[in-house]
């Protein structure tokens, strides 16, 4: 069982690193927020969507939406709009303007976002099926659940982890210039992820 554990712990971390849309958000939010309470909303959702995908992708459910053309043609055309839209919103925020960016991204947009970005991407899905699903199958029993487990403990505590940093770095930044540096990349991130999916559909 520790072995799973190790492996899970490897492959969660090693997945869920690089620099994508919804590590940027999170870490947006967490130096943007006037309080770190308020990044709860965004750090709740992406890790409760990434527990959602690894269960899935461990008992083998969502394999189904992967053979089905329509579903993942429908996922990735929502998931482009939805990724210019917050792109744009982003590009064009404000971080010295503590009031107006903490409206615009409210905890229903944090949520609504966050969920989006999780769930609405075939890529995440298709990573999370192709390789922990494909992993887990090496497990059965006890094992497999530890491997799971240790894998969807990993996303809560990135998850965390990167808004308490993002919260660390906004406080040394009285000038919103480090903040707005995070935003015009957040940005370009999204719109650069969009691409990638228009021109895989």
Same mark, same amino acid.
């Given at each position: 069982?520790?072995?799973?554990? /190790?492996?899970?712990?490897? =492959?969660?971390?090693?997945? /869920?690193?690089? =620099?994508?849309?919804?590590?940027?958000?999170?870490?947006? !939010?967490?130096?943007?927020?006037?309080?770190?309470?308020?990044?709860?909303?965004?750090?709740?959702?992406?890790? @409760?969507?990434?527990?959602?995908?690894?269960?899935?992708?461990?008992?083998?459910?969502?394999?189904? *939406?992967?053979?089905?053309?329509?579903?993942? &043609?429908?996922?990735? *055309?929502?998931?482009? %709009?939805? @990724?210019?839209?917050? +792109?744009?919103?982003?590009?064009?925020?404000?971080?010295?303007?503590?009031?107006?960016?903490? !409206? =615009?991204?409210?905890?229903?947009?944090? /949520?609504?976002?966050?969920?989006?970005?999780?769930?609405?991407?075939?890529?995440?899905?298709?990573?999370?099926?192709?390789?922990? %699903?494909?992993?887990?199958?090496?497990?059965?029993?006890?094992?497999?659940? &530890?491997?799971?487990?240790?894998?969807?403990? *990993?996303?809560?505590?990135?998850?965390? +982890?990167?808004?308490? *940093?993002?919260?660390?770095?906004?406080?040394?930044?009285?000038? %919103?210039?480090? /903040?707005?540096?995070?935003?015009?990349?957040?940005?370009?991130?999204?719109?650069?992820?969009?691409?990638?999916?228009?021109?895989?559909?």
């Amino acid at each position: 069982m520790i072995s799973a554990a /190790i492996h899970g712990f490897i =492959l969660a971390f090693g997945l /869920i690193l690089p =620099l994508g849309v919804q590590n940027v958000f999170v870490f947006n !939010q967490g130096a943007l927020q006037p309080k770190w309470t308020n990044t709860l909303p965004v750090v709740l959702t992406a890790a @409760l969507c990434d527990t959602l995908l690894i269960s899935l992708a461990v008992l083998g459910i969502s394999a189904v *939406v992967l053979e089905i053309s329509f579903l993942k &043609v429908a996922l990735s *055309v929502i998931g482009v %709009g939805f @990724l210019l839209y917050m +792109g744009y919103v982003t590009w064009k925020s404000k971080p010295s303007e503590k009031a107006n960016s903490a !409206q =615009l991204f409210s905890a229903r947009k944090q /949520i609504t976002f966050a969920a989006s970005v999780s769930l609405l991407n075939p890529h995440a899905i298709m990573d999370t099926i192709g390789v922990i %699903g494909t992993s887990s199958l090496t497990y059965t029993g006890m094992e497999k659940a &530890v491997f799971t487990i240790t894998c969807i403990f *990993v996303s809560w505590l990135w998850f965390f +982890g990167l808004s308490v *940093v993002g919260r660390f770095l906004g406080k040394l930044d009285q000038t %919103g210039k480090f /903040i707005n540096t995070i935003n015009k990349i957040s940005a370009v991130i999204m719109w650069g992820t969009a691409l990638y999916l228009m021109f895989s559909i």
